[in-house]
């Protein structure tokens, strides 16, 4: 059974950076689509970032595009989100998901993944 754990959230002023991070388990060797997600409160949740762990593509939301970068580590079964320039819109709980049974279709609006993390918390302040 996978298991994802996200760490790295916290509070940090607009125009600071963080870096999350998604660390997977109960696989060897990962294949498909990875993406990070997001909600904030009264919201619903979005997708932010996507990559295809398969020759590395990846897509992003109009609203980070430029700002935020999406990596995987097959050696170590971990997905990045590095987050530069942040605003307070990005105020919201990330979370990280595999398992989509369409993962050729790695881009903004694919929600069907089966595995999705805990959460954590990002606050950016003005």
């Known amino acids: 059974q996978v298991h994802l754990v996200e760490s790295g959230g916290g509070s940090v002023q607009a125009g600071g950076s963080l870096r999350l991070s998604c660390a997977a388990s109960?696989?060897?060797?990962?294949?498909?689509?990875l993406a990070w997600f997001r909600q904030a409160p009264g919201k619903e949740r979005e997708g932010v970032a996507y990559?295809?762990?398969?020759?590395?593509?990846?897509n992003y939301a109009d609203s980070v595009k430029g700002r935020f970068t999406i990596s995987h580590d097959n050696a170590k079964n971990t997905v990045y989100l590095q987050m530069d320039s942040l605003k307070p819109e990005d105020t919201a709980k990330y979370y990280c998901?595999?398992?989509?049974?369409?993962?050729?279709?790695?881009?903004?609006?694919?929600?069907?993944?089966?595995?999705w993390g805990q959460g954590t918390q990002v606050t950016v302040s003005s």
């Open positions: 998901a595999e398992g989509s049974a369409h993962p050729w279709q790695c881009t903004i609006g694919l929600t069907d993944f089966s595995t």
């Open positions: 109960g696989y060897s060797y990962y294949s498909g689509c």
């Open positions: 990559i295809h762990t398969s020759g590395g593509n990846t």
